[in-house]
């Protein structure tokens, strides 16, 4: 933690490498969620050399310069291309993994309520809406 008087690390720009713009490639050619080892198989099927771990950090990187959407499912995280560079939420089905992003304006006047309620400021949040499609509820139906 650092000392109130003490200002906080600045954070240098990543540099734009072969590998960042090849992960940022493949992701951006992915449909839905996609987890770093699939990426990763995916690179190297098509010729690429990258290792798992510089795919690892690339994905971390682009999650955290809002680049890619990253969320938790089963203990493991998936990433996906950000389409808007506006705060959003998520509705994903279990089944197939179609992703819809979602405005969820009294979830974040209830964050920041809560937060505040509770002697908190800048707080931040995710949240991710579990389900089943449309599509995957019919075809359960018919089956």
Not at 56 to 80: C, I, V, W
């Amino acid at each position: 933690m650092n000392a109130p008087d003490r200002p906080a690390a600045v954070q240098k720009p990543k540099r734009n490498t072969w590998q960042r713009e090849a992960v940022r490639g493949a992701l951006d050619g992915t449909e839905g969620f996609v987890s770093a080892q699939a990426l990763h198989a995916h690179l190297r099927e098509g010729g690429s050399t990258i290792g798992l771990a510089t795919v690892y950090r690339a994905l971390a990187d682009l999650a955290t310069e809002g680049d890619a959407d990253s969320l938790q499912q089963d203990g493991e995280s998936l990433y996906r291309a950000c389409t808007t560079d506006k705060h959003h939420h998520h509705l994903i089905c279990r089944n197939c993994g179609r992703t819809v992003e979602i405005q969820a304006d009294p979830v974040e006047r209830w964050a920041q309520q809560v937060a505040a309620e509770h002697g908190f400021t800048n707080a931040s949040h995710v949240v991710d809406i579990f389900g089943e499609c449309a599509e995957c509820t019919a075809a359960r139906a018919e089956a």
